[in-house]
């Protein structure tokens, strides 16, 4: 007998935790299953073919929202070509709607629901054995004329014709011990350049109206004991990273200080560890104890969703947003841990200016990432029971994505993606790690530059291609021409300043500064004086320093922008400093950036007439984002 396991994930470098806890869990009939894992990057005619080829006798399938559409097109070809192979799944995505799952999915035979590592094991026993289905708690499968097993008889050519038939639910799984789980991860060979995904609890003490988790009202934990042991074995390995799974890591003090203790204890300087946790429930202790962990070794994801008290409210969610903003902070303070805060659009109560506010909000904290999704209408949830109460339209096919609510119209979750777009290329990135400080001096609203930002790309037709991060550079800087000054790019640059034309006159910028004539030029798109041109023209000189450096905090580049300095003539500084090759370089700006941890700038850095040079050390580099060491020299 053999029984394959598939998993399709989202990426490369990411594991199915599910796969290798049931392949674990399958007892006396582990030698029988194996494991396939692929990507939703895979074409699906090659997953097909794959499978075909290992000639299963049971073939299963690990759901979630991101591979569902894989798994129920390669299993409808896949029952054309194997008719007599059962295929079953399980997972998030099919514990719920069970009956119309199946119902729609013909050549499926049948869904473990929920917890699936005892199920899997008897569902093996089955197969081998030939006992009845009926037996099995926590499954839904189709009764055929004999009642003890699935039914085969689809049509090859016409799966989709056979929707009926009986549908047989048993009774529900019992939550599992998760002390009894054996380890799962008994080998290594495959994970040497992948995310391990860990889990020391399950469920959540929360009601979050949009998630899952919520559903699961049995929290509990895995003995820390077994958890220290897999974890120093994991460390042991140096794996990369360890990504917990658990939705609140630390809603149990107790559990949290133990093994963040071990963690910091057993530190093997490489491995590093990924929390989901909310930050208002972090106390003192915890708080001084991460505060002297190396950089590096934890990052903390923070729930933040909305700041908007109405929708707090209306989500169920327990947060205590200025206890939030004080944790944040104070885990910022000591610049040793990397830092995540999220925040959905979509939710009840929320607007497209409440939204803006909420995004300022957070964007004013400046994690290290601040990642903006949209409402997904989970099934099973609350929010998809009460999606029609709130005039929630989303999209029918996973991720079953918010489209508009009573709140917000579809032109403004257009507008919003525009700022998701450019919230993750040049602040997620973190490629323009200066500049973005610098823009929060010249506008006033973060959620308005990149929704201003987004719009120029979509009025430029820049969505849709891929731009080097040069282009990226030179397109923020057209960007910045046109709000500054109305004009474009090539205009400002004639007059931007550098210690050869940092004292133009006016007639020197009405002369010569744009090369067209007064048709072509818009008199009207400037409205205001020559000393506000001249400080805008400041502005986008200090800006077009500004990527310079960011381009060279995080490598040497090999190619340089075209409004770069020419520093051929900086030789002797090139060699007075740069004796290390592509491990150091010197570039020379007429302005002193603020380093990257001032979370605020009170004001914008002084124009000094004179170059000063900064040294980027590339053999220095911040073990939290990889930035190269900066120093200013004379």
Not at 269 to 282: C, Q, R, W
Not at 290 to 319: A, C, F, W, Y
Request: net charge negative.
């Amino acid at each position: 007998m053999n029984i394959l396991l598939t998993a399709i994930n989202a990426k490369y470098i990411h594991s199915n935790l599910a796969v290798y806890s049931l392949r674990a869990c399958a007892g006396e009939y582990r030698d029988a299953v194996e494991l396939a894992e692929y990507t939703i990057n895979n074409q699906k005619d090659y997953i097909l073919e794959e499978l075909y080829k290992r000639k299963p006798d049971v073939l299963c399938f690990s759901c979630y929202i991101w591979n569902i559409d894989y798994v129920t097109d390669i299993a409808r070809e896949y029952k054309k070509l194997c008719p007599s192979v059962p295929i079953w799944v399980g997972g998030p995505e099919v514990s719920y709607e069970v009956e119309a799952f199946l119902r729609e999915n013909p050549y499926i035979d049948g869904v473990m629901i929920g917890e699936g590592e005892d199920t899997f094991r008897e569902l093996c026993g089955y197969y081998a054995h030939k006992r009845k289905l009926s037996d099995i708690a926590g499954i839904a499968f189709r009764k055929n004329s004999t009642g003890n097993s699935t039914s085969n008889s689809t049509s090859v050519n016409n799966i989709g014709g056979n929707k009926a038939g009986e549908i047989v639910f048993t009774s529900p799984r019992p939550i599992k011990n998760m002390s009894e789980i054996p380890f799962c991860y008994d080998t290594l060979d495959d994970f040497s350049n992948r995310i391990i995904y860990y889990e020391s609890s399950r469920g959540c003490p929360f009601s979050c109206s949009y998630c899952l988790s919520s559903v699961d009202k049995t929290l509990r934990f895995r003995d820390t004991e077994i958890v220290k042991r897999e974890l120093k074995f994991f460390i042991d390995q140096k794996v990369p990273q360890i990504k917990f799974v658990d939705r609140t890591f630390n809603c149990n003090h107790a559990h949290a200080m133990e093994l963040w203790r071990f963690i910091k204890a057993n530190d093997n300087g490489v491995t590093n560890f990924h929390f989901e946790i909310s930050a208002d429930l972090l106390n003192q202790e915890e708080l001084e104890l991460i505060s002297d962990m190396r950089p590096g070794l934890i990052q903390l994801e923070i729930g933040v969703q909305s700041t908007n008290e109405v929708t707090i409210k209306e989500i169920h969610r327990t947060m205590k947003l200025e206890r939030l903003k004080e944790v944040v902070r104070l885990i910022q303070s000591g610049n040793n841990i990397h830092e995540h805060l999220d925040l959905i659009a979509g939710l009840p109560y929320e607007d497209y200016d409440s939204f803006g506010r909420s995004f300022d909000e957070i964007y004013e904290l400046k994690p290290n990432q601040l990642q903006l999704g949209f409402l997904k209408v989970l099934k099973g949830s609350y929010m998809f029971e009460h999606a029609a109460e709130y005039g929630i339209v989303y999209h029918d096919k996973p991720p079953y994505e918010v489209m508009s609510t009573k709140w917000l119209s579809f032109d403004d979750v257009i507008k919003i993606k525009r700022v998701e777009d450019m919230l993750e290329v040049y602040y997620n990135s973190g490629q323009f790690e200066i500049t973005m400080k610098l823009m929060e001096c010249i506008f006033d609203s973060a959620f308005e530059f990149f929704q201003e930002l987004g719009d120029f790309y979509e009025a430029n037709g820049y969505f849709g291609m891929s731009h080097s991060r040069i282009r990226r550079c030179e397109i923020l800087l057209e960007f910045l021409a046109l709000y500054l000054h109305g004009c474009d790019s090539d205009a400002i640059t004639s007059v931007g300043l550098s210690e050869n034309h940092g004292d133009r006159d006016n007639t020197d910028f009405d002369e010569n500064a744009i090369d067209r004539d007064n048709t072509d030029f818009d008199e009207n798109a400037i409205d205001r004086d020559n000393t506000d041109f001249d400080e805008n023209a400041q502005l986008y000189n200090m800006i077009q320093e500004s990527l310079i450096f960011d381009l060279y905090y995080r490598e040497n580049c090999k190619s340089r922008p075209v409004w770069a300095t020419d520093i051929g003539s900086f030789k002797h500084m090139t060699h007075a400093y740069c004796k290390n090759g592509k491990l150091s370089h010197v570039e020379p700006f007429h302005y002193i950036f603020p380093d990257k941890h001032t979370r605020k700038l009170d004001e914008l850095p002084k124009y000094h007439k004179e170059p000063v040079w900064a040294l980027f050390h590339y053999d220095m580099r911040d073990p939290l984002d990889h930035q190269a060491l900066v120093e200013y020299i004379e």
